[in-house]
């Protein structure tokens, strides 16, 4: 049966079936080896991906322009709203029809839930959400799924911390929905009671199989999961500089806590202090790897949206 992928743009995992995230995932397997010995294929030669970033991001706009320079296309774009007329009071939806009219898929970083998805209402070119504000951040997600199930081998059946900055993590939102596509997973949701997963997703994860636990303490569950996920606490997203003092620091991950433990630990960085350096030279360190899962993964969302959707 020929496989085909439904969606012309990726706003919110929400929207993923699981033969959707496969479909991405069995891509950048296949992609894989051109990402790793560094070649290019021509695959995407002669197009050209916007990348719309109006807040910071070292990873996924760096992975997205290697991502389709690897597939032989180009990238144009600005990294913040001050390098754009944004900043001279032009609207964004003036500003992505310019885009439309300059390239074949757009990537949008924004600091507002929700942009991706109008962004995505007033241009006819494929819209991938890179992360809008505390709401969502679908490709990382297809990143750290592709992760787990080469480092643990399966998706289904997995046992997950997610640790840190539940309430504002854009990463653990979507990748708890995600899970949700799975069988038998079970998420131990780790933060402190002012950090807790927000309802909604609660609600969302209600309605799938997924069981899930809220708990305080790392050393409660660190024995019980395949997979320790760290979320950086989100300074930025907090009104009151104090209610973040009061918090930072509250889980950090060492060596010593992950000596005899059967577990790899992952984290969509950037990271602060929340996991010791003196983890990166063990065999739990999968963080790295992740991050630089991000170009196959990448690779195969930019091939699959932009030959799919030819102008
Ligand atoms: N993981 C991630 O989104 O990193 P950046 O903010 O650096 O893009």
């Given amino acids: 049966m020929v496989k085909i992928f439904r969606l012309k743009h990726i706003i919110s995992i929400k929207d993923f079936e699981r033969e959707d995230v496969e479909y991405i995932l069995d891509e950048a397997s296949k992609l894989e080896d051109i990402a790793k010995s560094r070649e290019i294929s021509d695959e995407l030669k ?63 970083r924004h600091e507002l839930e929700g942009v991706s998805k109008f962004i995505s209402d007033v241009v006819d070119v494929p819209v991938i959400n890179a992360g809008d504000g505390a709401g969502q951040h679908p490709t990382q997600t297809l ?72 708990v305080t303490n790392i050393e409660d569950i660190i024995d019980d999961v395949d997979v320790l996920y760290v979320t950086r606490i989100q300074k930025e997203r907090f009104a009151d500089i104090n209610d973040y003092l009061k918090i930072k620091g509250a889980y950090i991950i060492n060596k010593k806590m992950l000596e005899g433990k059967d577990v790899i630990v992952m984290h969509p960085l950037p990271r602060v202090d929340e996991i010791d350096t003196d983890v990166d030279d063990t065999e739990f360190n999968k963080y790295f790897t992740q991050a630089a899962n991000a170009v196959p993964v990448r690779m195969a969302i930019l091939k699959t949206l932009i030959k799919n959707n030819p102008k």
């Fill in 143 to 214: 990143l750290d799924l592709y992760t787990i199930k080469n480092e643990i081998g399966s998706i289904d059946n997995l046992r997950i911390a997610l640790i840190g900055d539940l309430k504002f993590g854009r990463t653990v939102h979507s990748l708890s929905q995600a899970l949700g596509l799975f069988d038998n997973v079970k998420i131990y949701l780790v933060s402190p009671p002012e950090l807790r997963m927000p309802q909604e997703v609660l609600i969302d994860l209600n309605k799938t199989n997924v069981e899930y636990e809220e």
């Fill in 46 to 108: 002669g197009k050209i991906l916007g990348l719309m970033f109006f807040e910071p991001s070292t990873r996924t706009r760096i992975s997205f322009e290697t991502a389709m320079k690897r597939l032989d296309g180009q990238c144009i774009g600005f990294t913040s709203s001050g390098s754009s007329s944004v900043s001279k009071g032009e609207s964004i939806a003036d500003t992505a029809k310019m885009f439309e009219g300059y390239s074949d898929a757009l990537v949008i």
